[in-house]
């Protein structure tokens, strides 16, 4: 070499690999569990999936009563396959009628579904334990259309949570006497917190 020439670097110092070595570190801690843990979607998913379930069993048992010529009473019980009866008003399933539930998901044995907190009030923080999911029923104003005036809900909770978690689907219906006509149910989904 000659004098006086400068000495030209081909790799990295060790500050520059340090400060990679950070940021990568920072990226793993921050971002990688957010993709790892997807938990949180399999329960929203499977909310989403029994909605979709609960309008369709409400459908099919509306035009059931359609074809039956009883969708103008109050209360009539549907005869399931010798298992029990499905109560419905106007049409649609009674939504404070938790054996309605059972029968309509084909729960027979109540092995993957308990019923926890009916009437007015009952206990929006009780867990769901031991089961599937949990239905409570409330007469409640959650999601209550301006129209309506003696409503009651249903909400479908999974195990391990309560309705304050934020992770279940929801039955509504109004079910005052002597209408004229029935508004449909009110069916959706709450995954906030699932």
């Known amino acids: 070499m000659k004098e006086g020439s400068l000495k030209i670097s081909k790799g990295f110092t060790l500050v520059e690999l340090i400060v990679v070595i950070v940021i990568l570190g920072v ?15 399999a329960k929203a998913a499977f909310i989403k ?3 979709a379930s609960i309008k369709t069993s409400s459908d099919n048992i509306f035009f059931r009563s359609q074809i039956e010529q009883t969708p103008k009473q109050r209360l009539f019980y549907f005869s399931e396959s010798g298992y029990g009866n ?13 054996m ?6 084909a729960h027979h044995d109540q092995a993957n579904m308990s019923v926890h907190g009916t009437g007015t009030s009952g206990n929006r923080n ?5 089961t599937e999911y949990c239905i409570q029923l409330y007469r409640t104003a959650d999601y209550r259309p301006s129209s309506t005036t003696d409503w009651w809900g249903v909400y ?7 309705i304050n978690d934020l992770c279940f689907a929801f039955y509504g219906l109004d079910i005052v006497e002597n209408k004229s006509d029935q508004t449909p ?3 959706t989904t709450e995954t906030s917190g699932c």
């Not at 109560?87 to 649609?92: K, T, V």
């Not at 009780?126 to 031991?130: D, L």
Request: proline share 8%.
């Open 100 to 105: 309605s539930w059972n029968f309509i998901f």
């Open 49 to 51: 999936e029994l909605a």
């Open 27 to 41: 990226l793993a801690v921050t971002a990688v569990p957010r993709f790892i843990d997807l938990s949180g979607d």
């Open 185 to 187: 149910p009110v069916i």
């Open 86 to 98: 499905v109560a419905i008003n106007y049409g649609y399933p009674w939504p404070n009628w938790h």
């Open 156 to 162: 479908f909770v999974l195990e391990g949570m309560s």
């Open 126 to 130: 009780a867990v769901c334990e031991n």
